[in-house]
């Protein structure tokens, strides 16, 4: 399905400031909204992250949290994997695998049963390769010293440091740290026990169990889970009161239905809702194209440089200043979709399959879905989709010729490519400018947008190179 320019969406609230068009936008919808790129990234279906956060609060709920607990924990539950790409390079490395289909597996084996842990370990070790690889990468991680510490770690700290970037208070950045911390002291990273570990980690890590074992299998099979594993993985307390929605299946089903995100976005306390302004909106921006880039050590600060070129690239254009701002958004979340794609694909340094391409090309499908659930981004969420159309309509995923790509589209693409030709890759080293750009002009007026090219020859050789982008 082709990209239809989505209808512009009025703001709910006005910020009265003297500046024209100066809004304040509810900061639960634009989160529970890019809350799916998360779920792409930890290999969870998309909504695992909003139907973890209406169980999670229930409970928060029902345990009389005070309101300012309660949306501290909120956001925590729609950030908690806000540091999963962190790890996916590793992760995928250590196990040759997919490392979005290991995540899922991972996270439910008990990890205080060295047996059933060796056992999945092997099961999600390099299935696509020969008994001789299995062994080599199961070996590596088995010598491998705290190598489950550290990749909880890596992830755990990222997220914690997001969530204060974002302004949340200390007790969403806690709650995010010890999400995988288990309640006798055998969880990650610090091995924390009984009520030192912070009450909305504890919430979170039952919340996200009782979610995925409910989807795959059912509330009764959730509950049961949480019952084997009361005092060791879950505080008691909190299991003995979950048990008691055993026989409410009609708020189970709700939670499985599509409406479960617009109930999330509801759920903060009505007198501590936040809201964004513009600025806020573009720090939630940053933030997001930092998880991007994170995914990959080949993609650092590739979001931050494609936005920052754009941007220049459409002043050169002579695009005003509001287009200037959607240009330089829409760079920021271009490559949202690629959460969706794994590290084995992303990092590796051979010349892909077919199989594997068609993989990568529907990463912009997926910043499509993604951007559109965001009402306050809909007015970049297509140039952001299109950054691999090409005039001709050789591009991909959709097709889509000249006719369909707007000035920002055009923009984004150029600046799309020059960022990728001049970075390193797995497969090769960066570019130098020269070679990029007389490279780029072999598509001029057939692929690439002549006065886009124009525009980037000006940017580039008015001494602006890629780390001063950055």
């Given amino acids: 399905m082709r990209p239809t320019r989505p209808t512009p969406v009025t703001p709910a609230t006005a910020r009265p400031a003297p500046a024209a068009g100066a809004v304040q936008l509810s900061l639960s919808e634009v ?56 790890n996916a390079a590793r992760m995928t490395a ?61 992830r755990c ?34 091995g924390l026990r009984g009520d030192a570990i912070p009450l909305g980690a504890r919430i979170a890590n039952l919340a996200q169990t009782l979610e995925t074992v409910a989807r795959t299998h059912s509330p009764a099979d959730a509950l049961r889970l949480a019952r084997r594993r009361r005092g060791t993985w879950f505080d008691p307390a909190l299991v003995d009161h979950v048990q008691r929605w055993r026989r409410d299946r009609v708020w189970w089903r709700a939670v499985a239905t599509p409406d479960a995100e617009f109930a999330a976005s509801t759920l903060e306390p009505v007198d501590q809702r936040r809201t964004v302004d513009d600025v806020g909106l573009d720090e939630v921006a940053r933030a997001f194209a930092e998880i991007i880039d994170a995914k990959s050590p080949y993609t650092y600060r590739h979001s931050a440089n494609v936005a920052t070129f754009a941007e220049r690239i459409a002043g050169a254009c002579g695009m005003d200043a509001a287009a200037r701002k959607r240009v330089w958004r829409a760079g920021m979340l271009h490559d949202v979709g690629k959460l969706g794609v794994s590290n084995a694909i ?24 993604i951007l559109t659930r965001v009402r306050a981004f809909a007015d970049f969420a297509r140039p952001a989709a299109l950054h691999h159309e090409k005039l001709d309509g050789s591009g991909y995923p959709w097709g889509l010729d000249g006719d369909a790509l707007d000035d920002s589209a055009r923009v984004l693409v150029v600046a799309d490519i020059y960022e ?24 001029r007026g057939t692929k690439l947008c002549p006065r886009a090219l124009d525009a980037l020859e000006a940017v580039v050789h008015s001494g602006l190179g890629v780390a001063e982008a950055a």
């Fill in 31 to 86: 989160l529970t909204a890019l809350s799916h790129a998360l779920d792409l990234t930890e290999g969870q279906p998309l909504g695992h992250t909003v139907r973890t956060c209406l169980i999670g609060m229930r409970l928060a709920e029902e345990r009389g949290l005070p309101a300012a607990e309660r949306s501290a924990l909120y956001y925590a539950l729609l950030l908690k994997d806000a540091g999963c790409s962190s």
């Fill in 94 to 154: 250590l196990f040759g695998a997919d490392d979005r289909a290991i995540k899922p597996r991972m996270k439910l084996v008990d990890w205080h049963r060295r047996l059933g842990l060796a056992v999945e370990t092997w099961r999600c070790t390099a299935p696509a390769g020969s008994f001789r690889d299995r062994l080599r990468h199961f070996a590596e991680i088995a010598r491998t010293p705290d190598v489950t510490r550290d990749l909880i770690q890596v």
């Fill in 157 to 190: 700290d990222r997220g914690a440091e997001i969530a204060r970037r974002l302004g949340f208070p200390d007790a969403t950045a806690d709650a995010v740290r010890a999400l995988d911390e288990h309640w006798n002291g055998g969880g990650y990273p610090d």
């Fill in 346 to 369: 992303l990092d590796k340094p051979a010349r892909l399959t077919d199989e594997e391409r068609a993989a990568v090309a529907q990463h912009p499908r997926f910043t499509w879905d």
């Fill in 420 to 443: 990728a030709l001049t970075a390193d890759r797995p497969y090769r080293a960066g570019m130098d400018a020269g070679q990029a750009l007389a490279i780029m002009d072999v598509d």
